[in-house]
């Protein structure tokens, strides 16, 4: 076990994952920035390495290798290439109600050809009227003989028109508040199903964003994942597990720009001396590795909570804390990242101006900061009330 409690094993993992990123996907990186295009070859080389496998269990086409290893390997990834490490993300988000409610037929259809990354996933639940306030959704589910009729919109879709398979939630209740709300497996070649939009955006630009239209959209009764009315419940469990998928992307890009920002400052010279010996600078890379290893102690824990099959109370707590401080670090860290190489961090020619916008979103999606600290702070006046 090294300092960083990775087993050699672990540490082998990921090497391979750190020569992967730096090989082939760190050449692409400004170019998908640029072209807003999504990398479907970085699919195909996860799949050829079988990099979605790290996500699911050996018995479902996975490689069973556990949260931690996948959180390394996303870190890993985003240290070049955030838009990259989230297709891995996404691939674990736009899954895990199956995992987690998927009925043995549902999960034997699905789960290997997502562990193959032969189909690419996402998760529904934003709409225009409701981000942080989920349960506020008016998609509509109506019952009508072996079918279900969805009708409404989600908004902000990550995989929005590359995904196969859509986790979506709607309401079957709509006047049963949170207890209303079901979820439903949903393929794009459904009749009524309509990517009507793709957003533009300031960071994470290969990623697909876009709003999700559905017009009297049939979906099988055998699509309902769990039972009618445990939709809700099975969102904020997704969320528990996923948000720490977030937290790593963060901290690979915090991590990357500190590495970065550290080479440099080595040999940029100013004053007659380089401006790692201007005590300024210095402080300044000090903190921002502090802050990397102390958002990685986080992580790190989480994912072996969830390899040593902690209580979902206790996960909650976890994944929001290391998502909150994950996204504050490679925010904290990246404007520092610019600021050290001067005006040169403000230009495209360097990588520290795309990985300053890459870093926002991890402030907002899966739960703003706000929404974590609330989390947090339920958790712990819970945990000192009992
Ligand atoms: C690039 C991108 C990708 C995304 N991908 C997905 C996806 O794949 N699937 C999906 O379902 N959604 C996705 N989202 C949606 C995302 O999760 C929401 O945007 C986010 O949860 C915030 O919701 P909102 O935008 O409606 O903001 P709002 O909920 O309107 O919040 C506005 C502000 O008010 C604050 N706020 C809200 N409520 C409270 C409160 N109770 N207390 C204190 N402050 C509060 C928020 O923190 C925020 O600062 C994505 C969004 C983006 C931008």
New binding site residues.
């Given amino acids: 076990m090294g300092w960083d409690s990775l087993t050699p094993e672990q540490r082998e993992l990921r090497e391979l994952v750190r020569t992967l990123a730096r090989e082939r996907i760190a050449p692409r990186a400004a170019e998908i920035d640029a072209s807003h295009e999504f990398p479907w070859d970085v699919v195909e080389l996860y799949r050829e390495h079988g990099l979605f496998g790290l996500l699911f269990a050996e018995a479902d086409g996975g490689t069973g290798t556990g949260s931690l290893l996948a959180l390394v390997a996303i870190e890993e990834i985003s240290k070049v290439c955030a838009t990259s490490g989230l297709i891995l993300t996404?691939q674990e988000?736009g899954s895990l109600g199956l995992k987690l409610a998927g009925s043995v037929e549902q999960k034997a259809r699905w789960l290997p050809r997502l562990a193959s990354g032969e189909v690419l996933c996402?998760?529904?639940?934003?709409e225009a009227g409701?981000?942080?306030?989920s349960a506020a959704m008016r998609t509509t589910a109506r019952r009508d003989g072996d079918a279900y009729v969805l009708d409404g919109t989600?908004?902000?879709?990550?995989?929005a028109g590359v995904a196969g398979l859509y986790t979506v939630f709607a309401k079957t209740d709509p006047d049963a508040g949170h207890a209303g709300i079901s979820a439903f497996l949903v393929e794009p070649d459904t009749p009524g199903f309509e990517v009507t939009r793709l957003?533009p955006?300031l960071g994470?630009a290969g990623?697909t964003?876009g709003e999700l239209a559905f017009d009297e959209m049939r979906v099988p009764a055998g699509n309902l994942l769990g039972a009618e009315g445990e939709g809700f419940r099975l969102a904020m469990r997704v969320l528990d597990r996923s948000r720490p998928g977030v937290a790593a992307q963060a901290l690979g890009i915090a991590q990357g720009a500190t590495d970065y920002a550290l080479e440099y400052a080595r040999t940029r010279e100013t004053m007659g001396k380089p401006i790692t010996e201007h005590q300024l600078i210095a402080a300044k890379l000090a903190d921002m590795e502090t802050r990397c290893e102390a958002a990685r102690g986080l992580l790190y824990r989480f994912g072996r909570m969830v390899d040593e099959g902690a209580p979902d109370g206790e996960l909650t707590k976890a994944g929001a804390m290391a998502k909150l401080f994950c996204s504050d670090t490679a925010m904290w860290v990246t404007t520092e990242a610019v600021q050290i190489l001067g005006g040169y961090g403000y230009v495209k020619e360097y990588p520290v101006e795309r990985w300053h916008r890459d870093s926002k979103?991890y402030d907002?999606?899966?739960?703003?900061?706000?929404?974590q600290q609330?989390v947090i702070s339920r958790a712990i006046t819970a945990l000192r009330v009992e």
């Fill in positions: 996404v988000l996402a998760y529904a639940l934003t409701s981000g942080s306030d989600k908004r902000f879709i990550t995989n957003e955006k994470i990623s964003t979103i907002i999606f899966e739960g703003t900061e706000q929404i609330l």
